[in-house]
C-alpha cells in the first residue's frame, strides 16, 4: 500500500506558505506517494484545486488527488478545463476523487439545488472523459484519456458509479473494518459490470502526532469541520490517530483491507507534523516507498495499461 | 436530574438501574399501566454476549438471571417427519415474568420509585414533571405516536401470521416444526425457559391461516387447532394461552430517537422480527447504552445524541438480520423443494451471519451429515443409492449435467477482458484461461464470445463464427483439455445495443468513437443518451439472428466447448426483447411475457437443435432487472420453467443493466438470493457469481441448495498489493468484518459454546 499526506489546506487559520512549504517538504520526506485535499465551500479552506496546482508548482513526483471534490457543484465543462490544466501543468500527476459531498449548504453557497446532486455527477462522470479527449475545451490532459476518475460515497448508487465510470473508489475514512465492508461491495459492483482487473482503491484518515495539546487541537478541528453531521461528529473526532502506533495499526489494517493509497490529512496547522507523521511511518513493512521520478514515469505508463486491463 | 420512564418493561427497568446506580441523586419514577406481575409473552433468550454485557453493567441483577435461566446448546427441526439436530449453539431463556419481577426488585432496592396501575394517556400532562423523559412503552409507545412528526415512525407489518402459545412440555433444544396440512404450511418456534414451560409460536402465511378458518377462531378454538395440528411432536401435552392473538409481526423504525429531552428505548424505537430473538436484548442493550451516555457527557443533547450513534448501527444490523429472517419464514414454502438436511442447513444459515464452517466449528457431527448428503445426493442423480461414511466439502463434490461430469463446484473466469483482434482471441487469454483451469477449477468461463462480428460489445470481443475464430478456439480449448480437468464453459452473446462501445478499462458503454457497426436491438431506443440509435430486427432479421446463433453452436461444439451459455441478460440483444423496459414492439414478439420470450426461445431451440443432445445447454439470465417497471423474479422464474420445458440444464442467474441506471445492494454474494429464488421456482440448477471469493462462502451457498456451481474470483485478483500474505489478509479481513453481527443471538446464533466473549465496545 502506498501512503499519501494531505496538505493542511482546510484546516482555518492556515497561512498560505503552510501550504506550499508542506507540499515541497511532504514530497521530499520521500515516503510519501502523494498529497491529498479535501473540499468545503462555506468554511475557512483553501480552494482545492488551487491549492493542488500550488503544491504541482513545487513538486515533480507525488501524486496529487482530490478526495474529495464535490462534483455537482461545479460546472462540468469548467471542472474539465481545470482538471486537464492541472493534469497538463503537473505532467499528470492528477487523481480526481469525485463525490456528491454531504453538506447543504456548500450547495446552498453555490446556488445549487442539492436535491439534484446524485444526477449531476452521473452526467458529469459521463462528460468528463468525452470532454478530454474532444480537445474542443483545452488542453489535453498530460494522459491519454485524462486523469484517473474515483468515485467515493457509501450508498448503493455510489459504488454503481464507481463500476460505470470510474478507475477507483475513494473511501470517506472510518476504522478498516468500515473500509473493507465499503471496498468489497464496490469490488463487488466493479466485478458484476465486467470492467477488468480491480478499482484503485483509497482511503483516508486524520493524524495529530504532538502529544496531547496537539491532539486537542485536532479533536477540536474535526469537531467544528464536521459539525454539520451532529453527533456523528464526535465519532469521527474520537478516530483521530494521536499516537505512532495508533498511526502503525491503521495503516497495516488499511493494507490489509486492499487500500492501495492511504492519505492521511493533517488537523492542526503545524509544519512539523509532517516529520512526525513521516517519522512514524518509517520503518513500516507494509508501506510501498515511492519510486524516485526516473522511474515513476514508467511506473505511471504501466498503471495506465493496467487501468486499461491491459496485461 | 428528575427522570420519567414510560413502561415498566425490560427496558425501562433496566435503564432505571443503571441509571440510579450511575447516580443516586437521579429521582426515577416508572410509570407502568399494568399491574406488577401482568405480562404477556412467556421466555425470553439471551446470548452469552448479551450477557457479558449484563455482567459489566450491573453484575446483581446479571447473577440474578444467571441463577434462573434455563441453559441449552442444540436446534432441533422437524421437517418432512424427520428429525435433525445441530449442536454448539448457546442459548439462555428465562420467562419474561422472572426477569421483571426480578429487574423490579433490583429497582426497589436502589429507589427507583415505580407506579403500576397507572395509565397515562397523554403525554402533555407530564409536562415539566421531568427533566428526561424516556419512552420505554414498548411497540405501541404512546410518546412515539404524540410526536410522530418529530420521530417518523414507519411501521411495517409483516406478512405471516403468528400466535403466541405456552407448552407444558420441557424442551431440551430450540425446535422449529414446519408441519404441512390441507390448508397450507404451518411452523413453530419453540424453547424452553423456565424449566417446566416452553414457549411455542405457530406461524402461517394469511392464505393458510384463513384457509384453515383462524381468522375466525377464538383462542381456544386456535388452540385446539394447534393442538391437533402437531400432535405427534406434543405428546399429549397441552398448550396454553396467555390472552394469545393471530397477529402480523410489526417491524418499527423512526427517523430520529430522539426530541428535546424525550428519548426512545427499546420496542418503542425499533423492532426486529421475532425469529432472530433479539427484541429484549436489543432493548436492555439501549439501556446499557443510554446509561452509559448520560453518564459520560453532563450535556443532555450530546448525551442522548451519543446513545443514538452508538445503538443505531447495531440496532440495524440487527434489523437487516431479522427481516432476511422474516422474508425467510415468509417464503418458506419456496423451499419445501429441499431434503431435510438441505432445508436444516438452509434454515440454519438463514441470515447470512452462520457459515458453513461455523457450523462445522459448532458440530462436527453436524457438518459431516451435510457433506454426506450432499454426496449422497449427487449419487442419487446418477440413479445410484450410495451413501458413502466420509464426503468432501459441497464445494469438491462432482457436478453432472447431461452428459458432462464436473470435478468440483468453483468457476473461474479471467479477470481481464480479452485483447482479440476481429474477434480472434489472443494467446494472453487463451494462457489466462489455461492458467485458471490448472489453478483447480471445475471449470472456466470464457468471455462473451460474439455470434456475429455487429454482436461484439467493443472491439476487442472475442466471436466465433467463422473458421479463424474455429481454429483459435479449438487450440486454446484443447490445450485446457490436454492439460488440466477443467471444462470449458462458452456464453454465446449478441450485444445488441449495448454493442459498439469502447474497451470497459475507462468506463462502460462508451460508444467507440470511430469504426462504429450498426446496432440492432428489440426496439429503436439507444441505450445512453450518447449511444447510438439501433435498428429494431425486423422478421428476417431475427430469422438470419436465430440462424448465426445456431452456427455459433456449431462451431463451439466442434471447437471442445463444454458447457454453452446462451447469453439472455444483462440488456444485450435476447435480453433486451425479455424485459418490457426495452422489448416495445407491437407485434407478436411484444407486449406479454409470453410474446417477449418467444425470440429468445426460438433462438434457445435452434441452439439446442445445433447442439449436442449429451452436451448440457445453460441460459444466463436476468433474475431481475432491479430497477423499477423491468423483468422481475416472478417474470424469470416463468422463462426458466419454460426454458427447463425446451431442454434447458442450468440457469446462470444475473441482475441488472438493462438499462445503464441500475444499481443493486452490492455486497459479498448479493446474487445469491437471485439464485436461490430461481433455483427453488423453477427446479433448474443454478451457477451464481456475486464476489465469491472463499471456500466458506461457496461451500455455505452450496449445502443450503442456493445454487450448484459459484464463480469465484481468482484469488490473486482479490489479494491486496501489499506485501503481507494475501489470503491470509483476505480471510482475516472478512473475519474482522462480519464478527460483530455473527456472534450474537440465536436460534442461528448464539456464540461458539467454547468461547465466551466480553463485550466490545464499538470499533
Not at chain 2, 490473486?716 to 494475501?726: D, Y
Request: proline share 5%; aromatic share 8%; charged share 25%.
Amino acid at each position: 500500500m502506498r501512503v499519501g499526506v494531505g496538505l493542511p489546506s482546510t484546516i482555518p487559520g492556515a497561512p498560505g506558505h503552510l501550504i506550499v512549504g508542506w507540499a515541497r517538504r511532504a514530497e521530499a520526506a520521500g515516503i510519501f506517494s502523494s498529497l491529498g485535499v479535501l473540499d468545503r465551500l462555506a468554511y475557512d479552506s483553501f480552494d482545492p484545486l488551487l491549492a493542488l496546482t500550488a503544491a504541482a508548482a513545487v513538486t515533480t513526483r507525488v501524486q496529487l488527488a482530490t478526495a474529495i471534490l464535490v462534483g455537482p457543484q461545479r460546472n462540468t465543462a469548467l471542472l474539465a478545463k481545470e482538471a486537464a490544466t492541472l493534469d497538463a501543468l503537473s505532467g499528470g500527476r492528477l487523481v480526481l476523487g469525485l463525490a456528491v459531498g454531504a453538506r447543504k449548504d456548500d450547495y446552498d453557497a453555490m446556488g445549487i439545488e442539492y436535491a439534484t446532486r446524485g444526477r449531476r455527477l452521473v452526467e458529469q462522470l459521463a462528460t468528463l472523459r468525452d470532454t478530454w479527449e474532444d480537445g474542443a475545451i483545452g488542453p489535453r490532459p498530460a494522459r491519454e484519456g485524462g486523469p484517473p476518475i474515483l468515485v467515493g460515497g457509501l450508498s448503493d448508487a455510489a459504488y454503481a458509479r464507481v463500476a460505470r465510470y470510474a478507475d477507483g473508489y475513494v473511501h470517506g475514512g472510518g476504522p478498516p473494518r468500515a473500509f473493507a465492508r465499503a471496498a468489497d461491495k464496490a469490488r463487488a459492483a466493479w466485478n458484476d459490470a465486467g470492467r477488468p482487473g480491480m478499482p484503485q482503491m483509497w482511503a483516508q484518515g486524520y493524524f495529530a502526532l504532538g502529544g496531547e495539546s496537539a491532539a486537542e487541537t485536532g479533536t477540536a478541528y474535526l469537531r467544528d469541520y464536521y459539525a454539520f453531521t451532529g453527533h456523528f461528529a464526535e465519532r469521527i473526532a474520537g478516530e483521530l490517530l494521536t499516537t505512532p502506533q495508533a498511526v502503525a495499526q491503521f495503516v497495516r489494517g488499511y493494507a490489509d483491507a486492499g487500500c492501495d493509497e492511504l492519505i492521511l490529512f493533517p488537523t492542526v496547522a503545524d509544519g512539523d507534523e509532517l516529520e512526525r507523521l513521516a517519522s512514524a511511518l518509517s520503518g513500516l513493512a507494509t508501506i510501498e516507498i515511492p519510486a524516485t521520478s526516473a522511474t515513476a514515469s514508467a511506473n505511471a505508463a504501466e498503471a495506465a495499461a493496467r487501468r486499461a486491463g491491459q496485461p | 436530574m428528575k427522570i420519567t420512564i414510560l413502561g415498566a418493561g425490560p427496558a425501562g427497568l433496566y435503564g432505571a438501574i443503571l441509571l440510579k446506580k450511575a447516580n443516586p441523586l437521579h429521582e426515577i419514577t416508572i410509570l407502568e399501566r399494568n399491574a406488577p406481575d401482568a405480562t404477556y409473552g412467556w421466555g425470553v433468550v439471551f446470548s452469552d454476549r448479551t450477557l457479558a454485557a449484563f455482567q459489566e453493567a450491573d453484575y446483581k441483577s446479571y447473577k440474578a438471571i444467571t441463577d434462573r435461566f434455563v441453559l441449552w446448546d442444540a436446534i432441533d427441526v422437524y421437517y418432512r417427519d424427520e428429525l435433525l439436530r445441530c449442536g454448539g449453539h448457546i442459548f439462555a431463556g428465562l420467562a419474561r415474568k422472572q426477569l421483571l419481577a426480578l429487574l423490579q426488585r433490583r429497582c426497589a432496592e436502589l429507589g427507583v420509585s415505580m407506579r403500576f396501575n397507572t395509565e397515562v394517556a397523554d403525554v402533555a400532562a407530564l409536562d415539566g414533571g421531568y427533566d428526561l423523559l424516556i419512552a420505554a412503552d414498548g411497540v405501541n409507545s404512546l410518546v412515539r405516536k404524540t410526536f410522530a412528526d418529530i420521530f417518523k415512525p414507519s411501521l411495517v407489518p409483516g406478512k405471516a401470521r403468528y400466535i403466541w402459545l405456552g407448552m407444558e412440555k420441557v424442551l431440551d433444544a430450540f425446535t422449529f416444526i414446519f408441519r404441512e396440512n390441507e390448508h397450507g404450511l404451518f411452523q413453530v418456534h419453540s424453547y424452553p425457559f423456565d424449566g417446566t414451560t416452553s414457549t411455542f409460536i405457530v406461524e402461517c402465511d394469511e392464505t393458510t391461516w384463513r384457509r384453515a378458518g383462524l381468522d375466525a377462531a377464538s383462542e381456544d378454538e386456535s388452540i385446539t387447532y394447534c393442538e391437533r395440528l402437531f400432535a405427534p411432536e406434543l405428546a399429549g401435552r397441552r398448550l396454553l394461552p396467555n390472552n394469545s392473538k393471530w397477529i402480523n409481526f410489526v417491524t418499527v423504525k423512526n427517523a430520529t430517537w430522539r426530541h428535546g429531552n424525550i428519548v426512545l428505548l427499546g420496542d418503542a424505537a425499533h423492532t426486529a422480527h421475532f425469529s432472530i430473538g433479539s427484541g429484549t436484548k436489543l432493548a436492555m442493550e439501549d439501556a446499557i447504552a443510554l446509561a452509559n451516555a448520560l453518564d459520560t457527557h453532563p450535556d443532555l443533547d450530546t448525551a442522548l445524541g451519543e446513545y443514538e450513534a452508538e445503538r443505531r448501527p447495531v440496532v440495524e444490523l440487527f434489523q437487516a438480520a431479522a427481516a432476511e429472517s422474516q422474508s425467510y419464514f415468509e417464503n418458506v414454502k419456496r423451499y419445501t423443494r429441499l431434503t431435510p438436511v438441505e432445508f436444516t442447513f438452509n434454515l440454519l444459515t438463514r441470515s447470512r451471519r452462520i457459515t458453513y464452517d461455523d457450523l462445522r466449528l459448532r458440530d462436527p457431527r453436524f457438518g459431516n451429515i451435510v457433506d454426506r448428503e450432499f454426496e449422497r445426493r449427487y449419487w442419487a442423480g446418477q440413479g445410484r443409492s450410495i451413501f458413502t461414511l466420509i464426503a468432501p466439502p459441497p464445494m469438491f463434490a462432482p457436478l453432472t449435467l447431461r452428459g458432462l461430469r464436473v470435478a468440483n463446484r468453483a468457476v473461474f473466469t479471467p479477470a481481464t477482458t480479452g485483447q482479440a483482434v476481429s474477434g480472434v482471441p489472443c494467446t494472453g487469454d487463451a494462457l489466462e484461461l489455461a492458467r485458471l483451469a490448472q489453478d483447480g477449477a471445475g471449470m472456466v468461463l470464457t468471455e462473451p464470445v460474439a455470434v456475429a462480428t455487429e454482436g461484439r460489445i467493443t472491439s476487442d470481443s472475442a466471436c466465433l463464427h467463422e473458421d479463424e475464430h474455429l481454429r483459435a478456439w479449438t487450440r486454446i480449448i484443447q490445450a485446457i483439455h490436454t492439460q488440466s480437468p477443467a471444462k470449458v464453459a462458452m456464453p454465446l452473446n449478441h450485444a445488441g445495443w449495448r454493442g459498439a462501445t469502447r474497451p470497459r478499462g475507462m468506463g462502460l458503454d462508451r460508444p467507440l468513437r470511430d469504426g462504429a457497426w450498426p446496432l440492432v436491438s428489440a426496439s429503436a431506443l439507444p441505450y445512453t443518451e450518447r449511444s447510438q440509435t439501433p435498428r429494431a430486427l425486423d422478421r428476417a432479421g431475427m430469422e438470419g439472428m436465430r440462424d448465426v446463433f445456431a452456427h455459433s453452436a456449431h462451431l463451439a461444439d466442434a471447437a471442445g466447448v463444454d458447457l454453452l451459455i446462451l447469453h439472455m441478460g444483462h440488456g444485450y440483444l435476447l435480453s433486451s426483447f425479455l424485459s418490457p423496459l426495452t422489448n416495445r414492439r407491437d407485434d407478436e414478439y411484444g407486449g406479454t411475457l409470453e410474446q417477449r420470450m418467444r425470440f429468445p426461445l426460438e433462438v434457445f431451440d435452434a441452439v439446442r437443435a445445433a447442439w449436442p443432445h449429451e452436451k448440457p445447454l445453460a441460459v444466463a439470465l436476468n433474475v431481475t432487472d432491479s430497477v423499477r417497471g423491468g423483468f422481475g423474479p416472478d417474470d424469470a422464474a416463468t422463462v426458466a420453467r419454460t426454458l427447463k420445458e425446451h431442454g434447458c440444464d442450468l440457469l446462470v442467474a444475473l441482475a441488472g443493466y438493462v438499462v445503464p441506471q441500475t444499481e443493486m445492494p452490492y455486497r459479498r454474494g448479493f446474487l445469491t438470493p437471485l439464485s436461490e429464488r430461481i433455483r427453488n421456482d423453477s427446479g433448474l440448477p443454478t451457477l451464481v457469481g456475486g464476489y465469491l471469493t472463499t471456500a466458506d462462502e461457496v461451500n455455505t451457498l452450496l449445502a443450503g441448495g442456493r445454487a450448484d456451481l459459484c464463480l469465484m474470483l481468482p484469488p490473486q485478483e482479490t489479494r491486496t498489493r501489499s506485501r503481507s500474505a494475501p489470503t491470509v489478509a483476505t480471510d482475516a479481513r472478512e473475519a474482522r468484518a462480519t464478527a460483530d453481527v455473527r456472534e450474537e443471538s440465536m436460534p442461528e446464533a448464539g456464540t461458539p459454546a467454547r468461547e465466551v466473549r466480553r463485550v466490545e465496545k464499538k470499533e
